[in-house]
């Protein structure tokens, strides 16, 4: 896979910094909390005896660095990876393996044990048969143990005590379980390894078994809350259980809302807190030293709690089987000091019983259940404070702190949208003043003037307006509404309307082959090309621009339709450069850096490009097929957070993508469905990010 070139990256990082900076208060006002709380418990009462005052300290120093550490949990980027494996599969082992591979093993097709062991490259997907285990399997657990990957356990489909290594082409037997087991959780603290609950065949399975070697098995403790399924995860030497289904009791059969702790030390377990909705099959990971747990199925999905009270889920994120239980997208971060759930962002595919393993500070989620249907889906999980801090509203967001505009072209409307994804204005609306143009098929829209007017170009109506933000009122328009020409006044097929620093509008009027820099007198400052003279011979003539993007230096940066050429020019005209590209329709190329450019191809299947001047592609993203293929992306911007958003016009979608994943981090929009309901858009072109202080970070060099 292509790497984003050293620039974009310093880019990035810049940009990262200023969102961190933004989470600071926030992350302030949590720490302060937390800090005061555990000082206070440090200093209240008597140290055991026998215990000096330099230990006392440490204790308390410990005390206030967890505190620190648990202060501001990052959020969670979570991606959809552009391909899939070749079969769904479910309850399956995933293990990490060498480089950027994880180990498949065992699992469930269809209803059918499997005993593949596969090796899957999270580069590019790649999926290669390594041997197989010695028997089908699936609801095992498995562990790196002593370098190998030991399988415990598993249904095949009777539940069985087996336990095998596979270090190499063929598994062999390591020993036995004490007793039947399947349907349990594990983790690893140090060199030691927990299988935590579970089914023995007939009856839940309490003990919690610890084993260094996959051989020898000491019960370390017993659940208070047997179950089944439930997510377990071990940090600071401790082993929390979260959720699960209850096997015994009037509750059986169903998920429970139960947290768990083992205290392997003291052999100590005990119920310490309540999930916000009951979970089993879920996912639990340890990343920079934090537990998040992601997905499962829940018997009462009902909300999503952040920091500013509660969220509706969407119907769009959740999938219900057929045993009434509910897929949920939820994310969620642990602390472990104040013992809550922290909303920490969504999966893209609602998922159970999905394999998942940790390569680096990345969790890989592969395969797995969504409302009972089988998946061959693959994403991942990244902590990223750029995408907000755990508990706080929009967490988990690509526009974290920001507000996000959306021109919805066929519904003829613009529409914002808090990182919540809360609907908080939109244009035209029941309160909006009269507008004497008619807004119709809005292709582009910015914010300018610190955010209190938006300049926006009508593609098919032929106009540009300057609407006030958020009163709604046509300031400034320009053009004939559904009518085209060429004279002083006309435009034919604008697009990308920009103010520009000096109050002049640059728009690039395609039909007619020309740049327009216009007054706010309506008169003509400059034109760039010759009406009805549409061939790349510049500075004379241009093929159909779409794009006129400006540059911190004062220029325009052009694309042409005709012959994918992108061009510098002075705003009287003057050539800079120009560049072929070897793409089908370069629409609105954006500047990265000193010579690092960005641009959507929009075209079925569509790309997104970074460039440079001699004409080399430094990064490209464009799958052909699939949930990551675009169709006709028109619009791509690199967001703060380090994503590149992207307008997804005809599959309906607003799409965030990690440049080092190439997986699909956030979506607006049902792919492929166009509406104009909640969470639906019909042929989004345009879009603008808007900070709280009503800077424009995705066109700083506009008025």
């Known amino acids: 896979m292509s790497q984003p070139p050293p620039r974009a990256r310093i880019n990035r990082r810049r940009q990262q910094a200023i969102r961190r900076r933004r989470a600071g208060l926030a992350v302030a006002v949590l720490l302060v909390a937390l800090v005061a709380a555990i000082a206070a418990f440090a200093s209240s009462g008597p140290g055991h005896p026998g215990q000096s005052s330099q230990t006392q300290a440490q204790i308390r120093a410990r005390k206030l660095a967890l505190a620190k550490r648990r202060a501001a949990i990052p959020a969670i980027k979570a991606g959809l990876l552009p391909w899939q494996i070749a079969a769904p599969i479910s309850r399956e082992i995933i293990l990490p393996g ?23 490259n999270t580069i590019n997907g790649a999926l290669h048969q390594v041997g197989s ?19 415990f356990g598993g249904g095949s489909p009777a539940t069985v005590r087996a336990v ?103 052999g100590r377990a005990s119920v310490i807190a309540q999930l916000p909705e009951p979970l089993e099959a879920a996912a639990a990971v340890v990343l920079n030293g934090q537990i998040y747990v992601a997905g499962g199925d829940s018997s009462t999905p009902q909300h999503v709690v952040t920091g500013a009270g509660t969220t509706q889920l969407s119907p769009a994120v959740s999938a219900v089987g057929s045993g009434g239980l509910t897929t949920v997208d939820t994310i969620w971060a642990f602390n472990t000091v104040t013992k809550r759930m922290l909303a920490a962002g969504r999966l893209q595919v609602p998922i159970s ?27 991942m999980m990244t902590p990223d404070r750029a ?61 300018v003037k610190h955010g209190t007017a938006i300049l926006t170009n009508q593609e098919q109506n032929e106009t540009i307006q300057l609407i006030g933000f958020p009163s709604g009122k046509v300031l400034w328009s320009y053009g004939h509404p559904k009518t085209p020409g060429t004279g002083v006044g006309y435009l034919y097929e604008p697009d990308d309307a920009y103010l520009l620093k000096n109050g002049q509008v640059s728009v690039a009027d395609a039909n007619n082959c020309r740049v327009l ?31 006129d993007t400006p540059l911190a230096n004062g220029n325009v940066l052009v694309s042409e339709i005709t012959g994918s050429w992108v061009s510098e020019y002075t705003r009287t005209g003057h050539l800079v450069w120009t560049l072929h590209l070897p793409i089908a329709y370069p629409s609105d190329p954006q500047q990265l850096g000193p010579d690092l450019y960005l641009i959507a191809d929009y075209a079925a299947p569509g790309e997104v490009l970074e460039f440079n001047r001699a004409g080399k592609i430094l990064y490209r993203y464009a799958p052909s097929s699939g949930t990551g293929m675009l169709n006709h992306p028109s619009l791509v911007e690199h967001l703060p957070s380090g994503v590149f958003l992207v307008n997804d016009d005809y599959r309906n979608r607003m799409v965030a993508i990690d440049p080092s994943t190439k997986s699909i981090v956030w979506q607006y929009g049902v792919t492929d469905t166009a509406g104009r309901a909640p969470g639906m858009l019909n042929t989004p072109d345009g879009f603008d990010l808007l900070t709280p202080t009503g800077a424009t970070p995705t066109h700083p060099a506009t008025g």
């Open 98 to 120: 060498a480089g950027a591979k994880l180990m498949l093993l065992g699992g469930l097709n269809g209803s059918t044990s499997a005993s593949g062991v596969y090796s899957l």
């Open 133 to 151: 285990l010695r028997a089908p399997v699936h609801d095992s657990v498995g562990a790196v143990v002593g370098g190998r990957d030991v399988v």
């Open 164 to 266: 095998e290594s596979y270090p190499t082409a063929a598994a062999t037997a390591l020993g036995a379980l004490p007793t039947p087991r399947s349907d349990a959780g594990i983790a690893t603290l140090g060199s030691v390894t927990y299988i935590v609950g579970g089914y023995n065949g007939q009856q839940a399975d309490a003990a919690v078994l610890s084993t260094t070697d996959g051989r020898a098995y000491k019960t370390v403790a017993s659940l208070p809350v047997p179950v089944r399924y439930p997510a377990v995860a071990a940090v600071d030497g401790k082993v929390y259980v979260f959720g699960g289904e209850a096997i015994t009791g009037k509750g059986a059969g169903q998920p429970v809302s139960d947290i768990q702790m083992i205290d392997p030390a003291t």
């Open 353 to 379: 019983h999905a394999g998942v393993a940790v390569l680096g500070q990345r969790a890989w989620l592969v395969g797995g259940e969504s409302g009972g249907t089988q998946l061959a889906t693959v994403e």
């Open 387 to 447: 995408f907000g801090i755990a508990g706080t509203p929009g967490a988990g967001s690509p526009f974290y702190g920001d507000k996000l505009l959306v021109a919805d072209r066929a519904n003829n409307r613009l529409l914002l949208f808090k990182p919540t994804l809360q609907l908080v204005w939109k244009f035209p609306s029941a309160t909006s003043p009269h507008d004497p143009l008619g807004f119709y098929f809005p292709d582009d829209a910015f914010f």
């Open 517 to 547: 820099i216009i007054n706010h007198n309506h008169t003509v400052a400059h034109q760039i090309g010759t009406n009805g003279n549409c061939n790349h011979n510049p500075p004379v003539s241009m093929g159909s621009p779409n794009g």
